[in-house]
């Protein structure tokens, strides 16, 4: 499974972004895929994730409210609605999916908001 993600950028506080995370490969026993983050100097954090198969959806508490997790299952995309940015939202994004027994990752992207 190779996950490729986009939509990154540098944004003033307030703003929005879209991410992106483009699946191909073995992906037809996906269950899961979810966002995570990783800001310099911390430990990598879970953003969103959202079942494969079915709508539940979940939160970081930080992000509820503002960030919102979709897919397109047809496309094997799934998207990550990001809005009223904040300066602590800066970080490397990364997806991932739940296939079978393994987990899989993208390389990230980078989100930068400034304030």
């Known amino acids: 499974v190779q996950l490729v993600e986009s939509g990154g950028g540098l944004v003033q506080a307030g703003g929005s972004l879209r991410l992106t995370c483009a699946a191909s490969?073995?992906?037809?026993?996906?269950?899961?895929r979810g966002w995570f983050r990783q800001a310099p100097g911390k430990e990598r954090e879970f953003v969103a994730a959202?079942?494969?198969?079915?709508?539940?959806?979940r939160y970081a508490d930080s992000v509820k409210g503002r960030f919102t997790i979709s897919k397109d299952n047809a496309k094997e995309t799934m998207y990550l609605q990001m809005n009223s940015l904040k300066p602590e939202d800066t970080a490397v994004y990364y997806c991932?999916?739940?296939?079978?027994?393994?987990?899989?990752w993208g390389q990230g992207t980078q989100v930068t908001v400034s304030s």
């Open positions: 991932n999916a739940e296939v079978a027994l393994d987990v899989y």
């Open positions: 490969g073995e992906t037809v026993r996906t269950y899961a």
């Open positions: 959202i079942a494969w198969f079915g709508t539940t959806a």
